[in-house]
């Protein structure tokens, strides 16, 4: 689906001058959030795709794009609707393709998949590869975790929600594909790794450090600890397992990482144990809004991670 020359131009911006090309239009210019992007995604010149832009605003009574410094952002009116244009522009491009039968080497899309900083390091590889070879018009965003919690699939920040999935919106679909668990981790030669770990010489051994993105100074295992009337001491957090590696790497620190971070803790040289403690499981799985359920393209995303998770967790199993 694209938007044509003619279509750019020439109509007024009132309601019954509205047609599908301005919402492919808006969907568009709200993803690249330019101007001279957009017009590239839509076979447009760059003064045409600026008339479709002022038709926008004049339809929806709203700026949509304003600059900030070098660069546009969306209106708060524009993230508002963002979501509605997106789904209705998916709709419409169910509503004419041929079903079961697209070609995914046709289709031209971009993806937005939020998770763990892991998430782009142990799938990225293969997922960009697989993108390559069999839907080479889709391009994939990794966003990573936000300290806040906001409707992200909902709003159509983000297509696909990778990790542990806590959201409890009635309209998310969520997928569980297996759980996973949590290690210790310290450098090599750390005192904690002498001898046996108990309790209470893991709590009392040594300073913890937290990965944690909202920037807790506590969590599942401060709980078991506590659940033994033990206390371990928590120093810092930062905000990436990537970073924390980096700490752990060079001090006497202790920190956590699941099955997703043992390939870059071995990159780093560190070494993990098991926590001596009951901890909850974490569920791993997809999350996705309902209006991306019955399209291909996003169903062939939603295929390729299952397959890689899949993979990654016989792995580990």
């Known amino acids: 689906m694209r938007v044509t020359q003619s279509a750019s131009s020439g109509s007024s911006g009132s309601s019954g001058g509205l047609d599908l090309n301005l919402l492919v239009a808006l969907d568009v210019l709200l993803e690249e959030q330019s101007v001279q992007r957009a017009a590239h995604r839509l076979h447009l010149s760059e003064p045409a795709m600026s008339r479709t832009l002022g038709r926008i605003r004049k339809a929806l009574g709203d700026p949509v794009l304003v600059r900030a410094g070098r660069r ?157 009337g033990l206390e371990r001491r928590v120093v810092g957090s930062v905000g990436t397992l990537p970073a924390s590696m980096f700490v752990l790497r060079d001090t006497d620190l202790i920190g956590l990482t699941s099955s997703w971070g043992l390939p870059m803790a071995a990159a780093f040289g560190l070494v993990t144990f098991e926590v001596p403690l009951e901890l909850p499981p974490l569920p791993l799985g997809l999350a996705w809004h309902p209006r991306h359920e019955a399209d291909p393209a996003h169903a062939w995303l939603r295929g390729v991670v299952r397959e890689l998770m899949g993979d990654r967790s016989a792995a580990v199993a």
Not at 141 to 163: K, M, N
Not at 185 to 204: C, Q
């Open 72 to 228: 546009m952002v969306p209106t708060p009116h524009a993230l508002a609707v963002r979501a509605e244009v997106s789904a209705v522009v998916e709709r419409a491009r169910a509503l004419f393709a041929p079903g079961r039968d697209t070609d995914l080497r046709t289709v031209t899309r971009t993806f937005t998949i939020l998770g763990h900083d892991a998430i782009a390091a142990l799938y990225g590889a293969a997922l960009f590869a697989r993108a390559a070879q069999e839907a080479p018009g889709i391009r994939i965003r990794f966003l990573s975790e936000s300290h806040v919690d906001a409707p992200f699939l909902r709003q159509g920040t983000a297509d696909l929600e990778v990790g542990v999935i806590d959201s409890t919106a009635p309209e998310v679909c969520v997928e569980t594909l297996y759980e996973d668990r949590m290690v210790g981790i310290v450098r090599a030669g750390h005192p904690l790794l002498e001898g046996e770990l108990t309790p209470k010489r893991f709590a009392g051994s040594g300073s913890h450090l937290l990965v944690s993105r909202r920037g807790k100074l506590h969590g599942p295992v401060d709980a078991a600890l506590a659940e033994l």
